[in-house]
């Protein structure tokens, strides 16, 4: 039973920074896609972005250049550096992982942003 524990949210002004963190349990975690996404009230999730087992990252248009997403496998833990944050940035911040491509993401509860103006 995989368990994903997301901290760090909270409020910032526009400008700001915040750092999430997400500590995985029961997974092989070292083989693992470590991913955030999010989602804003009356809006569908959205991929923020994604880390591979070999630390391969990919990030949304929107994350692209201001959030940096990283991984430590010995405290089987992902980050995201989310930094010039934006209003429109406000939303639940999930942790997500999966085993290959064809599996379906595990979740977190979810963590609040928000930002602001």
């Known amino acids: 039973q995989v368990q994903l524990v997301e901290s760090g949210g909270g409020l910032v002004q526009a400008g700001g920074s915040l750092r999430l963190s997400c500590a995985a349990s029961?997974?092989?975690?070292?083989?693992?896609?470590m991913g955030w996404y999010r989602q804003a009230p009356g809006k569908q999730r959205e991929l923020v972005a994604i880390i591979g087992s070999g630390g391969t990252t990919h990030y949304a248009a929107s994350a692209k250049g201001r959030f940096t997403i990283s991984r430590d496998n010995a405290k089987k833990s992902v980050y995201l550096q989310m930094n010039s944050l934006k209003p429109e940035d406000t939303a639940v911040y999930y942790c997500?992982?999966?085993?290959?491509?064809?599996?379906?993401?595990?979740w977190g509860q979810g963590t609040q942003v928000t930002v602001s103006s």
């Open positions: 997500a992982t999966r085993v290959t491509s064809s599996s379906a993401w595990d």
């Open positions: 029961g997974s092989d975690f070292s083989r693992s896609t």
